[in-house]
C-alpha cells in the first residue's frame, strides 16, 4: 500500500467514524431521553460508548490483525487526549462544575482503572486472556453501579421529533460507518507506520488516538457550550473507562496482547494524570487556567512521543 493510498484510507476512515458516532450519540441520546435517564447516566454510559465505537473498532480490528501495539495505543493514547485535550479544551471554552457522584465514583475508578492496567503492562508487557476477563467483568460491574447509583430523572426529550424508528435506523447505519471507518483507519495506519518506518506504538497513541477521538472531542465541546456539563465530563470519564476496561478486554480475549516496554510508561503517565486532575476537579469545578495547562502537556507529550 502507498502512502498516498493510506492517507486516504485514514482520511476516510475518520470520516466515517466521526460520521457514524455522531448518528449514534444523536440516536441513542434521543430514545435515552425518551425514557427519561439522567443526564450523568446518559454521558457515562450511552453517549461514552458511543464516542468510543470507534476506538472499539479500531482496537478490535488491530488486534485480529496482530497489530498489537496499535490495539493498546489507540486506547492509552486516546485516554490521554481525553483527559488533556477533551476535558481540557472543553474547561478553556466553559469552566466544568464537577458532578459529586463522578468525583466520589466514576473518576476514582477510571484511575483505578488505568492503575490496573499499569500493573497488568509491568507484569510482563502483556495482556493475558484471563486479565481480559478481569477487565470485561470489571466493566459490566461498573455499569450495573453506574446504572442503579444514578436515580436523578430528567425531562422525556420533548425536543426530539424524530420517530423511534428513523432513530434505530441511524443507530444501525452509524455502527456500521463505524465498523467500516475504524477497518480503514487501521489499514491506513499499519501502512504508514511500514512505509516511514515508524512504530506502531507511535501511530497508535497520536494518528489513530487523535482521529478515534474526535468524537469525544465534539460532543464534550457543544455540551460544554450548552452548559451541559454532567455529559461534558460524564463523556470523557465514561469513555476512558469503557476503552480499558471493554475495548481493551475484548480485544486481548480475541488474541491476547503482547506491546514494547514504553506502553508502561505511556500507561503510567495516563495514571498520573487522572490522580492529579481529579485531585484538582475535587474543588468542585475544572477552571480554564487547569484547562490551559492540560492542553499545553499534551502538547509537550506528544512531542516526547515523536523523539522517543
Not at 476516510?12 to 441513542?28: C, E, I, N, Y
Not at 465534539?218 to 476496561?245: K, Y
Request: net charge neutral; charged share 10%; proline share 3%.
Amino acid at each position: 500500500m502507498s502512502s498516498l493510498v493510506s492517507v486516504v484510507c485514514i482520511l476516510v476512515g475518520f470520516v466515517l467514524l466521526v460520521k457514524g458516532a455522531d448518528w449514534f450519540v444523536s440516536s441513542a441520546s434521543g430514545i435515552a431521553r425518551r425514557l427519561g435517564v439522567s443526564p450523568l447516566v446518559i454521558g457515562l454510559t450511552i453517549v461514552a460508548f458511543g464516542t468510543s465505537a470507534p476506538e472499539l473498532a479500531v482496537s478490535v480490528t488491530a488486534a485480529l490483525g496482530g497489530a498489537n501495539e496499535i490495539a493498546v495505543g489507540n486506547v492509552v493514547g486516546s485516554n490521554i487526549f481525553n483527559l488533556l485535550v477533551v476535558a481540557g479544551g472543553s474547561a478553556i471554552l466553559c469552566p466544568l462544575v464537577a458532578d459529586r457522584t463522578l468525583l466520589r465514583r466514576d473518576w476514582p475508578c477510571s484511575t483505578l482503572a488505568a492503575l490496573l492496567l499499569t500493573g497488568m503492562l509491568l507484569t510482563g508487557n502483556n495482556i493475558t486472556r484471563i486479565e481480559s476477563l478481569i477487565l470485561l467483568v470489571l466493566f459490566a460491574g461498573m455499569l450495573v453501579w453506574q446504572i442503579r447509583g444514578t436515580q436523578a430523572p430528567v425531562e422525556t426529550g420533548a425536543e426530539e421529533h424524530r420517530s423511534g424508528w428513523v432513530l434505530g435506523l441511524l443507530i444501525i447505519v452509524g455502527i456500521g460507518c463505524i465498523v467500516a471507518g475504524g477497518q480503514l483507519a487501521v489499514n491506513g495506519a499499519t501502512g504508514l507506520a511500514r512505509n516511514f518506518g515508524w512504530s506502531e506504538s507511535l501511530i497508535g497513541l497520536t494518528i489513530v488516538a487523535i482521529g478515534t477521538s474526535l468524537p469525544e472531542l465534539v460532543t464534550s465541546i457543544v455540551a460544554a457550550r450548552r452548559g451541559e456539563n454532567e455529559i461534558a465530563m460524564g463523556n470523557v470519564i465514561g469513555s476512558n473507562l469503557f476503552n480499558i476496561l471493554c475495548i481493551l478486554g475484548l480485544s486481548a480475549f480475541l488474541n491476547p496482547i503482547s506491546v514494547a516496554p514504553s506502553a508502561v510508561v505511556d500507561a503510567a503517565f495516563l495514571t498520573i494524570l487522572s490522580i492529579v486532575f481529579w485531585l484538582v476537579a475535587r474543588r468542585g469545578v475544572l477552571p480554564r487556567s487547569a484547562g490551559v495547562i492540560m492542553v499545553a502537556l499534551y502538547v509537550a507529550y506528544t512531542g516526547y512521543l515523536i523523539v522517543r
